[in-house]
């Protein structure tokens, strides 16, 4: 019996790499946030993801398991694509292993730098190979071609089905800690204590951008200080050497969240 | 009664697992018992004065089956247990979930697949997994001859399921055993594992 369905799962694996694009257990779209572009000015374009329900892809640091989403372009000359920008994610998984991720739906927008000479009234298209891996109890690859086409205009108006999907996308991009913030972390044996003055909210977590620093799966435990807070993160068994800096997004509620950047304070050597 | 008592033995396991005893490069890699697919018992310490290599395994997910498809793990698993180390695959998978197997379909994957670990460990109720907090399918682990961890990590720098990538991807395994075996320190002694979770007991 085991048997048999470890066949029906191995089959659907085979199939998704082979190039379904809707794999019934996620759709990815190539969006655009306006109707139009115009020549010289920068435009935005996302990869909208709809997962089925317990179906989850990953953030830039998978965490324990998984791997992020990638995306090859293939633009038309003098079209130069940006990195793709990753909403804050949640923490996914239960017990040893905890992945950072996401569920439901995601956008991950990316900016073009668009060429100056292109005549209005041209239309232009963008291809994405892009390749994912969806897991749920089990983890299934996948891979799609998706294209877009836009009209060149001499001005912006145009609107975009897809208008509404970036402004949630962009709210959930990590900000810029505000100025009068401060971040510094002190080494202690086993963990790094995080302090963040300025920040409030017990609703905190830490999403280390480095896969080896802090240890995933370990409990966050957040503490008030006065005039902001402080989180003891477990070192990743993985940690060999004390990173200069911890580099990670901190979330403190939803549409809250922050990108860190603490030098570490070591321990006093030996 | 009975039932119980084992109940409780089974928490207290658990909560001993856990906590971070777990392998650090560097530490004595924890000794083990288990049981393999041919109902032998291994231990850790039996292999002692040996390199031991322990291979998280999942016959179901793709980045094991990127491995195993294309030939790659039963080529390394060959050439280093020619040369005398000691593989040995482990299956952390609960009954129920993906990668779960019994010992005779675990003994006929080897032999459909050409693969030649030392021996294939079954651990269905994850205790050997909790032990070295495996996270992956694939995930590596090396040990030296003395029983020390000297790699714990992926088994190579292409994270991807993408079976294109074995080409040209450089084998952390491997290097570890090639730089150990030469007696020069291992230039990349830990990694992140990629791959699919371990599919543990709820």
Same mark, same amino acid.
């Given at each position: 019996?085991?048997?048999?369905?470890?066949?029906v799962i191995l089959l659907a694996a085979a199939s998704a790499w082979a190039g379904a694009a809707d794999s019934g257990r996620l759709k990815v779209e190539l969006?655009?946030?306006?109707?139009?572009?115009?020549?010289?000015?920068?435009?935005?374009?996302?990869l909208?993801f709809e997962l089925q329900?317990?179906w989850?892809i990953?953030?830039?640091?998978?965490?324990?398991?998984?791997?992020?989403p990638?995306?090859?372009?293939?633009?038309?000359?003098?079209?130069?694509?940006?990195?793709?920008?990753?909403?804050?994610?949640?923490?996914?998984?239960?017990?040893?292993?905890?992945?950072?991720?996401?569920?439901?739906?995601?956008?991950?927008?990316?900016?073009?730098?668009?060429?100056?000479?292109?005549?209005?009234?041209?239309?232009?298209?963008?291809?994405a190979e892009v390749s994912w891996v969806v897991c749920s109890?089990i983890c299934v690859p996948g891979k799609a071609e998706l294209t877009?086409?836009?009209?060149?205009?001499?001005?912006?108006?145009?609107?975009?089905?897809?208008?509404?999907?970036?402004?949630?996308?962009?709210?959930?991009?990590?900000?810029?800690?505000?100025?009068?913030?401060?971040?510094?972390?002190?080494?202690?044996?086993?963990?790094?204590?995080?302090?963040?003055?300025?920040?409030?909210?017990?609703?905190?977590?830490?999403?280390?951008?480095?896969?080896?620093?802090?240890?995933?799966?370990?409990?966050?435990?957040?503490?008030?200080?006065?005039?902001?807070?402080?989180?003891?993160?477990?070192?990743?068994?993985?940690?060999?050497?004390?990173?200069?800096?911890?580099?990670?997004?901190?979330?403190?509620?939803?549409?809250?969240?922050?990108?860190?950047?603490?030098?570490?304070?070591?321990?006093?050597?030996? | 009664?009975?039932?119980?008592?084992?109940?409780?033995?089974?928490?207290?396991?658990?909560?001993?697992?856990?906590?971070?005893?777990?392998?650090?490069?560097?530490?004595?890699?924890?000794?083990?018992?288990?049981?393999?697919?041919?109902?032998?018992?291994?231990?850790?310490?039996?292999?002692?004065?040996?390199?031991?290599?322990?291979?998280?395994?999942?016959?179901?997910?793709p980045?094991?089956?990127?491995?195993?498809?294309?030939?790659?793990?039963?080529?390394?698993?060959?050439?280093?247990?020619?040369?005398?180390?000691?593989?040995?695959?482990?299956?952390?998978?609960?009954?129920?979930?993906?990668?779960?197997?019994?010992?005779?379909?675990?003994? =006929?994957? @080897?032999?459909?697949?050409?693969?030649? #670990?030392?021996?294939?460990?079954? +651990? /269905? !109720? $994850?205790? *050997? =997994?909790? @032990?070295?907090?495996?996270?992956?399918? #694939?995930?590596?682990?090396?040990? +030296? /001859? !003395? $029983?020390? *961890?000297?790699?714990?990590?992926?088994?190579?720098?292409? #994270?991807?399921p993408d079976p294109?990538?074995? !080409? $040209?991807?450089?084998?952390?395994?491997?290097?570890?055993?090639?730089?150990?075996?030469?007696?020069?320190?291992?230039?990349?002694?830990?990694?992140?594992?990629?791959?699919?979770?371990?599919?543990?007991?709820?």
């Open positions: 019996m085991n048997g048999l369905v470890g066949t969006v655009s946030a306006t109707g139009s572009l115009q020549p010289g000015r920068p435009l935005l374009l996302g909208h329900p317990h989850h990953y953030w830039r640091n998978p965490g324990d398991s998984g791997v992020p990638q995306v090859r372009w293939r633009l038309p000359p003098g079209f130069q694509a940006g990195v793709l920008q990753w909403p804050a994610p949640e923490r996914l998984g239960s017990g040893s292993v905890i992945d950072y991720g996401y569920q439901d739906s995601v956008l991950l927008p990316v900016e073009l730098q668009t060429p100056g000479n292109l005549a209005a009234g041209a239309s232009v298209t963008f291809a109890d877009l086409t836009l009209p060149v205009r001499p001005a912006p108006g145009e609107r975009s089905p897809s208008q509404e999907l970036f402004q949630p996308a962009l709210a959930h991009l990590p900000k810029p800690m505000p100025p009068a913030w401060k971040a510094e972390a002190k080494e202690e044996k086993d963990a790094f204590v995080l302090t963040i003055l300025g920040a409030g909210g017990a609703d905190a977590s830490f999403f280390p951008l480095q896969a080896d620093q802090v240890d995933n799966a370990a409990p966050q435990t957040v503490t008030a200080v006065p005039n902001g807070l402080r989180l003891t993160l477990r070192k990743s068994e993985l940690l060999l050497q004390v990173p200069g800096s911890l580099e990670g997004v901190l979330t403190l509620g939803p549409g809250r969240a922050y990108a860190v950047s603490a030098p570490v304070r070591p321990l006093p050597g030996p | 009664m009975n039932k119980l008592g084992i109940a409780a033995a089974m928490v207290v396991a658990a909560v001993l697992a856990v906590p971070a005893q777990a392998a650090r490069v560097g530490d004595k890699a924890p000794d083990f018992a288990a049981t393999d697919s041919n109902g032998v018992q291994r231990t850790l310490s039996q292999f002692a004065g040996k390199y031991v290599v322990l291979e998280w395994h999942n016959n179901g997910c980045f094991v089956r990127k491995q195993y498809n294309s030939g790659n793990m039963q080529k390394l698993q060959k050439e280093w247990t020619t040369r005398g180390v000691v593989w040995l695959t482990v299956i952390s998978s609960a009954p129920g979930k993906q990668g779960y197997v019994t010992a005779a379909e675990e003994n =006929g994957y @080897l032999k459909q697949m050409n693969a030649v #670990p030392t021996a294939a460990l079954l +651990d /269905p !109720a $994850g205790s *050997l =997994g909790h @032990l070295y907090d495996a996270k992956t399918s #694939p995930h590596m682990f090396v040990i +030296d /001859p !003395a $029983g020390t *961890l000297i790699y714990n990590g992926a088994i190579d720098d292409q #994270p991807t294109a990538s074995v !080409a $040209g991807a450089k084998n952390y395994v491997a290097q570890a055993l090639t730089e150990a075996m030469a007696g020069k320190a291992v230039s990349v002694s830990t990694s992140r594992p990629y791959g699919c979770s371990v599919k543990y007991p709820d």
